[in-house]
């Protein structure tokens, strides 16, 4: 169980301070529009990620007798997230679309974040040789 918290905290962490990184150097150079819609994304992706999760650590506590997923609620409001950024997004720009794909990019980022974690390791404990 403690492999999987360490994971959780240090995906949302990497992919909080990628989020910020890629607003703030998209301020100056895209415009303000793509730095918010990047943060958007950003926040509700790690949101989403942080409240799956969650419910599936306590679906690993769960004895192994029977097949456990996640309730429908629960995926549901992950996808009414996703579309509620979607959508502010695209009012942050109707015409180029900029932010509608920055908000895209944004939920990426947590992704992103997992499969660092995933290829370094820096999540798992240290062996000493």
Excluded: C, H, Q
Aim: glycine content about 12%; proline content about 3%.
């Amino acid at each position: 169980m403690e492999p999987l918290i360490k994971f959780r905290l240090f995906a949302v962490r990497i992919s909080m301070a990628l989020t910020l990184l890629a607003a703030a150097i998209a301020y100056p150079v895209l415009g303000r529009t793509v730095s918010i819609g990047l943060l958007l994304g950003g926040l509700a992706g790690t949101l989403v990620f942080w409240v799956t999760a969650r419910r599936l650590e306590k679906l690993a506590n769960k004895s192994s007798i029977g097949l456990y997923s996640l309730p429908l609620g629960w995926r549901m409001a992950g996808f009414g997230v996703y579309i509620a950024v979607l959508l502010r997004g695209y009012t942050l720009d109707k015409e180029g679309f900029s932010g509608l794909i920055a908000v895209v990019a944004g939920l990426f980022i947590i992704r992103f974040a997992a499969i660092l974690l995933g290829l370094t390791g820096l999540d798992l404990p240290k062996e000493e040789e």
